[in-house]
């Protein structure tokens, strides 16, 4: 005789962000539909996902605050890079799942230990040299902080004697040359639970005081460039031991494809796979953190991408059918407050449209207010 035994439901894991910013707020998004249960660690005064998601964390980016946060939740991931390596390490000896790994975060958080990682696949990257006492370098010249830079904090312009000595001496400072750079690109890869390396298409990216201010995809450029740039973004996923998603950016110089850094999460640059793709960076990211199977990375049609930057106030959404991203943060000269995307058919009518959409909301094409 045979008994009828009903199914239990099958639970999913419950998923931890460590960040509550624009990308979190876009995580929450996507664990809604795939009906991840999923909650946020921020700090104080952090504006995005709080007041959002009912699971928002308070607490300060130290061991005991994160043990307490992660005792929740079956595995954490990160929405930036800006938890010290050696707390993240001190998670893992207490039994905190982190993925991406305590070890790969710290290699991919510090720009110095990611050359050491493109030198190790074959990849060339920006020529630096370290600054110290003994190294003045030659001027004009690029400063970046090896570790803590983003959205344009940490990346100095470096015309004058005088502005080296107004760097912070407590910081790591690395320094490139100023290159002629014809192209800038970005590649977005996710890693699954069991290492398998896919990637979206490369896109281009360009930026304006350090920020990035548009995306669109197809680059325009030749398919061997693209390529070439895909294949070294997964590369470097694979060697860097991975999970879930990590943005390499490159350079183009005099026809040679230069790795410039990498990012350990979902990226600004993947932005419009929320509408152009078949699985958005986001899905795909938690897809990989919970072991699930990893979506499609096919981009559907040509689309632009521009971020809405400063003293930007949008009303209402564009009427030419491109799609606004708000954030839910207050608005500031340099800080993101959102984005919007249009596709179409043909890249040139994409961009148009985005173009469009942005010169309604009164945003100038580099991102800032037209005002100011």
């Known amino acids: 005789m045979q008994l009828n035994r009903a199914r239990l439901p099958v639970r999913r894991p419950r998923i931890g962000v460590v960040g509550g910013g624009q990308l979190a707020r876009m995580l929450y998004q996507a664990a809604l539909d795939l009906d991840l249960e999923i909650g946020f660690h921020i700090r104080p005064g952090d504006e995005g996902v709080a007041g959002w998601s009912p699971?928002?964390?308070?607490?300060?980016?130290?061991?005991?605050?994160?043990?307490?946060?992660?005792?929740?939740?079956?595995?954490?991931?990160?929405?930036?890079?800006?938890?010290?390596?050696?707390?993240?390490?001190?998670?893992?000896?207490?039994g905190v799942t982190i993925r991406p790994s305590a070890t790969t975060m710290a290699t991919t958080a510090d720009k110095i230990q990611q050359r050491a990682l493109f030198k190790q696949v074959g990849a060339t990257a920006v020529p630096f040299t370290i600054l110290n006492r003994d190294n003045t370098p030659t001027l004009p010249a690029i400063a970046k902080a090896a570790t803590g830079g983003y959205d344009g904090r940490g990346v100095v312009l470096l015309e004058t004697e005088s502005a080296l000595g107004q760097l912070d001496?407590?910081?790591?400072?690395?320094?490139?040359?100023?290159?002629?750079?014809?192209?800038?690109?970005?590649?977005?890869?996710?890693?699954s639970l069991q290492g398998k390396t896919i990637c979206y298409p490369a896109v281009r990216t360009r930026q304006a005081g350090g920020i990035c201010v548009e995306v669109h995809w197809p680059t325009g450029l030749p398919r061997e460039i693209d390529q070439r740039a895909e294949s070294t973004a997964v590369?470097?996923?694979?060697?860097?031991?991975?999970?879930?998603?990590?943005?390499?950016?490159?350079?183009?110089?005099?026809?040679?494809?230069?790795?410039?850094?990498?990012?350990?999460?979902?990226?600004?640059?993947?932005?419009?796979?929320?509408?152009?793709?078949?699985?958005?960076?986001?899905?795909?990211?938690?897809?990989?953190?919970?072991?699930?199977?990893?979506?499609?990375?096919?981009?559907?049609?040509?689309?632009?991408?521009?971020?809405?930057?400063?003293?930007?106030?949008?009303?209402?959404?564009?009427?030419?059918?491109?799609?606004?991203?708000?954030?839910?943060?207050?608005?500031?000269?340099?800080?993101?407050?959102?984005?919007?995307?249009?596709?179409?058919?043909?890249?040139s009518q994409a961009r148009a449209m985005a173009a469009e959409a942005a010169a309604r909301l009164g945003v100038a094409r580099d991102g800032g207010s037209r005002d100011g």
């Not at 910081?171 to 970005?186: D, F, G, K």
């Not at 708000?326 to 043909?346: M, V």
Request: charge should be negative; glycine fraction near 8%.
């Open 55 to 94: 699971h928002v964390n308070i607490g300060t980016f130290e061991t005991p605050s994160l043990l307490g946060f992660a005792s929740g939740y079956d595995a954490i991931t990160f929405e930036h890079e800006l938890v010290p390596a050696q707390i993240l390490i001190e998670l893992e000896e207490r």
């Open 169 to 191: 001496s407590a910081t790591t400072w690395m320094i490139e040359s100023v290159l002629p750079i014809e192209a800038e690109l970005a590649v977005v890869t996710v890693t």
């Open 235 to 347: 590369s470097i996923a694979a060697a860097a031991n991975v999970v879930g998603v990590l943005a390499v950016e490159f350079f183009l110089v005099a026809g040679e494809l230069l790795v410039n850094e990498v990012a350990p999460r979902v990226h600004n640059s993947g932005h419009l796979t929320i509408e152009a793709a078949r699985t958005s960076q986001f899905e795909n990211h938690l897809r990989a953190v919970a072991g699930m199977p990893l979506g499609s990375t096919e981009m559907l049609m040509p689309a632009s991408m521009l971020n809405l930057i400063g003293e930007v106030h949008p009303q209402g959404p564009p009427a030419n059918g491109a799609r606004i991203h708000l954030y839910g943060k207050t608005p500031r000269a340099g800080r993101k407050i959102g984005h919007l995307t249009a596709i179409a058919p043909d890249l």
